[in-house]
């Protein structure tokens, strides 16, 4: 089923958009919840919540790609689980070990306001667009999606050391290009 069916179906208040959504989707929203709980249980509960979000966010919004639509439901819905859970103690899971390798490169004052993410949202698709194809999905599988450094191996078969060096060479690159667009925003 195309995706503006469906979105008519949510839109109809029809529950037949959770099943298809689901049949579509699923299993992408379930592998990206999978890589950040490494819980059944919470994985299943993730897939219930991105749904209903959905569910409750169509209409008003009609998302032009459901599939990235729930995909980042599910990954939002996923990392505050995670960071529930690890309110308390502060475990290695890979959504911490992604957040620490991305903090050298990220400002800490950032996203202080609406205006700041956005404008580092802006940033950050600039600077992925100027990424070659490999290190663009690298980057991707890792901070979006929570790869670990064997699953992105395993996938693009390359060796663990060529996933770890793009990482450490487009975290450079990311860090250089956001300390040369501040320089320029601070001209201004």
């Given at each position: ?117 956005l404008e580092i949202r802006d940033l950050l698709d600039r600077f992925l667009e100027s990424l070659n194809t490999k290190s663009r999905v690298i980057f ?16 693009l078969s390359v060796s663990i050391g060529t996933v770890k060096m793009s990482l450490n060479r487009t975290r450079k690159k990311l860090k250089k290009f ?11």
């Amino acid at each position: 089923m195309e995706d503006s069916e469906i979105i008519k179906l949510f839109c109809n208040r029809s529950e037949s958009a959770v099943t298809e959504s689901i049949n579509k989707y699923g299993a992408l929203c379930r592998k990206i919840s999978e890589n950040i709980l490494k819980n059944y249980h919470d994985v299943e509960e993730c897939i219930n919540d991105t749904m209903m979000t959905a569910w409750n966010e169509i209409p008003p919004k009609e998302p032009a790609f459901l599939g990235a639509f729930l995909a980042k439901i599910s990954r939002n819905i996923s990392v505050s689980m995670i960071r529930k859970k690890t309110a308390s103690k502060r475990s290695s899971n890979e959504v911490n070990l992604c957040i620490d390798e991305l903090e050298e490169c990220i400002p800490d004052s950032a996203g202080s306001n609406i205006q700041e993410v956005l404008e580092i949202r802006d940033l950050l698709d600039r600077f992925l667009e100027s990424l070659n194809t490999k290190s663009r999905v690298i980057f991707m599988r890792r901070y979006w999606f929570t790869y670990s450094d064997e699953q992105i191996a395993d996938e693009l078969s390359v060796s663990i050391g060529t996933v770890k060096m793009s990482l450490n060479r487009t975290r450079k690159k990311l860090k250089k290009f956001l300390e040369s667009e501040v320089m320029i925003y601070e001209k201004r």
